[in-house]
């Protein structure tokens, strides 16, 4: 056997969904309450989470807005308000990214606080693009 080898990755459980434009009301903390950011778009979604677009300019606090990383988000509990669908969703930050001039990604992770059966219902009822 070869010293290299080829794994192979296991398969998603859930694909992601290309969405129509939607945006939200506000992204705040679940534990404090506290507004992060004012506005967002969401990017894309799957059964166990939402990758979210902000721009540096979108959020509140002078901290988030002035560093280059935004990692002090990861592991925070959060909520947001899908303003298209009148819909809150809460969930937890799994990961951030820098992604330049554009601002950053935020992936939240919602599928320990919702039911299997919600978040596949939610996937049907989010708009394509």
Not at 73 to 79: A, Q, R, S
Not at 92 to 120: C, H, M, N
């Amino acid at each position: 056997m070869s010293a290299q080898r080829k794994y192979r990755a296991a398969p998603r459980k859930s694909m992601n969904k290309d969405l129509a434009q939607l945006t939200l009301d506000n992204f705040s903390s679940a534990d404090s309450l506290q507004k992060l950011a004012k506005y967002g778009k969401i990017v894309e979604a799957s059964a166990s989470g939402i990758l979210l677009h902000f721009k540096r300019d979108d959020f509140v606090s002078k901290e988030l807005r002035s560093n280059l990383s935004i990692d002090q988000l990861i592991g925070k509990n959060v909520f947001f308000n899908i303003h298209e669908m009148d819909l809150e969703i809460s969930g937890q930050v799994a990961r951030v990214k820098f992604i330049g001039k554009e601002g950053y990604l935020v992936a939240v992770d919602y599928s320990t606080d919702s039911p299997e059966y919600w978040r596949e219902c939610l996937m049907d009822l989010l708009p394509t693009g």
